[in-house]
């Protein structure tokens, strides 16, 4: 029997084909998205992680890139916290609750892009919102 609890996320999810979501963001926005790849290991700004590429857009023509950084530092100061490592669903299900942040603060989707960061600082509150603590 196949897990759901893909401990490795290296393709997207769905196949075959990408499944386009859309999320209704605070700023008005309906974003489209989907999960492209990811890179790990992978660095940003002297920082070892992960990167998950989505595709995004809020006007259904224009189609960029979000990279959302996964700290290694992140996952392990949430395993210190809570006396087990994160999964690879736990690990994407922060990716994607940070990625809805960025939907939800994001007036200026062209140069903002570029920072969205799991840290250590935010996976806890991340998290919290699907009760995996």
Same mark, same amino acid.
């Given at each position: 029997? #196949?897990?759901?609890?893909? !401990?490795?996320?290296?393709?997207?999810?769905?196949?075959? *084909?990408?499944? %386009?979501?859309?999320?209704? /963001?605070?700023? *008005?926005? &309906?974003?489209?998205?989907?999960?492209?790849?990811?890179?790990?290991?992978?660095?940003?700004? *002297?920082?070892?992680?992960?990167?998950?590429?989505?595709?995004?857009?809020?006007?259904?023509?224009?189609?960029?890139? &979000? =990279? %959302?950084?996964? #700290?290694?530092?992140?996952?392990? /100061?949430?395993? /210190? =916290?809570?006396?087990?490592?994160?999964?690879?669903?736990?690990?994407?299900? =922060?990716?994607?609750? #940070?990625? $809805? #942040?960025? $939907?939800?603060? !994001?007036?200026?989707?062209?140069?903002?892009?570029?920072?969205?960061? &799991?840290?250590?600082?935010?996976?806890?509150?991340?998290?919290? =919102?699907?009760?995996?603590?």
């Amino acid at each position: 029997m #196949r897990s759901n609890n893909r !401990s490795d996320l290296t393709s997207p999810p769905t196949t075959p *084909g990408r499944r %386009v979501k859309t999320y209704s /963001a605070d700023t *008005g926005y &309906v974003y489209q998205y989907y999960y492209e790849e990811l890179r790990s290991p992978h660095q940003r700004g *002297g920082f070892e992680g992960s990167e998950y590429i989505f595709m995004a857009s809020r006007d259904r023509k224009t189609l960029l890139p &979000v =990279a %959302v950084f996964l #700290r290694q530092q992140a996952l392990e /100061a949430w395993a /210190a =916290a809570h006396g087990r490592p994160l999964t690879g669903s736990e690990q994407y299900a =922060a990716v994607k609750m #940070r990625l $809805f #942040r960025f $939907f939800d603060e !994001s007036e200026d989707f062209d140069d903002e892009r570029l920072g969205v960061e &799991v840290t250590a600082d935010n996976i806890d509150e991340l998290l919290a =919102a699907l009760d995996i603590g």
